[in-house]
């Protein structure tokens, strides 16, 4: 569970030095990018955890999120434990295929930036119309976020293979000692 934490940890830090490199403007007239590699990394992470121990996990992402990024309280820790529901519904129908991962990488994202935008909506924060939102918010956001939704699922594999190697070395190690305190007898 470490090595999760610090994966999804280190691609929100990522985030957060794009969201410096390509600062936003939210004037209603100008384009803009919203870096998404920490909730692609959680969205990736979660798919192969039990539906309790995801939606734990993206809730204490969200709450994360919204301190440190968007400084709402509690708007992304429910969003982001929706997604979870969603993202293990849709994974008991997927692969292991890059493709796969990349749709559900910019689909999750497409959903959770729908999300907010309905709840800012409702709250009256924006009055920005679904057009607007689509073209000057999400359009840029969708299409930067493959080329790092890829990124993310390279690191993705890099750690799951590391996670793997870590288990063989493991068992293998107990089944050295066992036979050792086998032969003792």
């Known amino acids: 569970m470490k090595a999760h934490v610090f994966y999804v940890f280190l691609c929100f830090l990522i985030d957060g030095i794009l969201a410096v490199l390509f600062p936003n403007s939210y004037l209603l007239d100008q384009m ?4 998404c590699l920490g909730f692609s990394a959680m969205v990736l ?3 192969e955890m039990d539906l309790v121990n995801a939606c734990l996990f993206a809730c204490c992402f969200g709450i994360f999120y ?3 990024y ?3 309280f509690a ?3 429910v969003i982001f434990t929706i997604i979870a529901l969603i993202v293990h519904t849709w994974s ?3 692969t292991e295929t890059i493709v796969e991962l990349l749709v559900l990488c910019i689909s999750t994202i497409f959903v959770k930036e729908l999300m907010v935008y309905i709840v800012m909506s409702l709250q009256s924060v924006t009055d920005m119309s679904l057009t607007t939102w689509f073209i000057n918010r999400e359009f840029l956001t969708l299409i930067f976020n493959v080329g790092l939704a890829l990124i993310v699922v390279f690191l993705l594999r890099i750690k799951d293979d590391y996670l793997e190697i870590r288990d063989r070395r493991i068992r ?3 089944h050295i000692q ?3 305190l086998s032969s003792k007898r």
């Open 32 to 35: 803009m990018f919203i870096p």
């Open 45 to 47: 992470t979660i798919r």
């Open 66 to 68: 919204d301190f440190f």
């Open 70 to 72: 968007a400084q709402t």
């Open 75 to 77: 708007v992304n820790a």
């Open 92 to 94: 008991r129908h997927m």
């Open 172 to 174: 293998r190690e107990e």
């Open 178 to 180: 066992w036979t050792k």
